[in-house]
């Protein structure tokens, strides 16, 4: 028997298939790509430049904690480049955590109405896979993406 958590809108589950559109990284407004210290190594790592060199030109110090810089006038993510007709991530196997969640945030869970706006700027949601309660809880909840025994194998 499949466990249904009945508190959530979303106890029958949702459709969500990556589009590759590029739009989750993409402005019109401001916001924070927030990157973990291991993130940061992985990240720093797979660009082949320090650590150092990668806080100083692509992110920025919110507090005690670290957010990926945008462009200045697109607001675009630093890391979402242009190719041919369309944008792609070009750290995308060692994008943060918070990339690998979209779009089970907690601000696009809260409601129906709040999922369906989010849907009206990603052409991925309610569409392609199929997600169960149980898994958009366990997305939504996670907070590191790679397991201790490959931290040093995925940056390679």
Request: charge should be positive; aromatic fraction near 14%; charged fraction near 25%.
């Amino acid at each position: 028997m499949v466990k249904v958590n009945k508190a959530v809108w979303y106890s029958a589950g949702l459709y969500f298939g990556c589009a590759a559109c590029g739009n989750c990284c993409a402005g019109p407004g401001e916001g924070f790509i927030w990157v973990t210290e291991q993130e940061i190594k992985f990240i720093a790592d797979y660009l082949k430049i320090s650590k150092e060199k990668l806080c100083q030109k692509y992110l920025r110090r919110i507090g005690l904690r670290f957010s990926i810089i945008e462009q200045p006038v697109d607001k675009d993510c630093v890391f979402l480049q242009k190719t041919g007709s369309y944008k792609q991530c070009v750290i995308y196997s060692v994008r943060p955590n918070q990339c690998r969640t979209w779009p089970f945030w907690p601000e696009n869970l809260y409601s129906q109405d709040s999922w369906n706006e989010a849907a009206r700027r990603c052409p991925g949601m309610n569409r392609g896979k199929f997600y169960s309660c149980d898994e958009i809880e366990k997305i939504s909840k996670s907070e590191k993406w790679w397991s201790d025994d490959k931290k040093s194998a995925i940056a390679e």
